[in-house]
């Protein structure tokens, strides 16, 4: 294994193993990855990952890392299970430790935060759309950046909460870091910053404030989940002042 960063070879196809799968959550595996040779992600990047059947079938998707860019020589992946899905059950169902796959990347360098941005940053996702923000809030945590970020996640029930122990422990680092959970489904909210209800308006109101004063001008934003759960945030933020230009999204489908 070699740390290529910056050389452009992570745009071909290499072959990594799984050295883990883990629950993350009832509907997210974690799957933990060695590729042959590494190349530094920046935080928010994906990768292409190509299964080929013994018939030669093949069948590519995009996951995100879930991983930080300081994870040297893994790739972690955040995997949802569809049930009626081609790609996603294979590794909730039938992968095994040791087996490889093809994967290409890291890639995307539009949906990615750097600590150098110092910016304000809001970031808001729902079911496995938070594994890139996730990666996103690991590297602030890791990094020297003070500035402050805000992590929305909306889910149904606290089980759906991914790293729900690290997210209370980057808080208390007091590094700017916070966060704010919106379980739709759930009967009561574990801290007074969370929240009962399908996530709305006036949540994402509350966490721009959270950013400072003028942060519906100042701050990036990312959002990523389905296609139906970008359309209706981003159409709060239109309301909420957030220029359009600072908005990033990710869609994951659905
Ligand atoms: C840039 C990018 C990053 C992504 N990162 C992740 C990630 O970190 N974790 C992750 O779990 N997925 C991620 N996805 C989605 C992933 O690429 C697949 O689309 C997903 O796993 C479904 O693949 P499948 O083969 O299991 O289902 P398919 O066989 O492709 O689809 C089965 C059915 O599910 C529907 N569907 C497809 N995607 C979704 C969805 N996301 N939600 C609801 N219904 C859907 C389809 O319309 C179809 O009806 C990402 C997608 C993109 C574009």
């Given at each position: 294994m070699a740390d290529a960063s910056n050389v452009a070879g992570h745009l071909e196809w290499q072959d990594a193993r799984i050295e883990a799968i883990e629950r993350l959550s009832p509907l997210v595996r974690r799957v933990v990855l060695r590729p042959t040779v590494w190349h530094r992600p920046l935080a928010g990047q994906h990768l292409s990952?190509?299964?080929t059947a013994d018939d030669g079938y093949q069948a590519q998707r995009s996951y995100s890392l879930l991983s930080p860019p300081e994870l040297e020589g893994l790739y972690?992946?955040?995997?949802?299970?569809?049930?009626?899905?081609?790609?996603?059950?294979w590794f909730h169902d039938a992968a095994q430790v040791g087996d490889s796959v093809e994967i290409l990347g890291p890639v995307g360098l539009h949906f990615v935060w750097r600590p150098e941005d110092e910016q304000p940053a809001l970031l808001i996702g729902s079911g496995s759309g938070v594994v890139p923000l996730l990666a996103m809030a690991a590297h602030h945590a890791h990094s020297r950046s003070t500035s402050p970020m805000v992590l929305v996640v909306a889910v149904r029930t606290m089980v759906d909460v991914m790293l729900w122990p690290e997210l209370?422990?980057?808080?208390?680092?007091g590094k700017g870091f916070h966060s704010r959970l919106a379980l739709s489904r759930d009967i009561a909210?574990?801290?007074t910053q969370?929240?009962?209800?399908?996530l709305n308006e006036a949540d994402l109101a509350v966490a721009l404030q959270r950013l400072g004063d003028r942060a519906a001008a100042s701050a990036a934003v990312y959002v990523c989940g389905s296609n139906s759960f970008v359309e209706s945030v981003t159409t709060m933020l239109r309301a909420l002042r957030v220029p359009d230009g600072a908005v990033r999204t990710e869609r994951f489908g659905g």
């Open positions: 990952i190509r299964l972690e992946l955040g995997i949802e299970r569809l049930s009626d899905g081609e790609v996603s059950p209370q422990r980057w808080e208390e680092h909210a574990p801290r969370d929240r009962i209800g399908r």
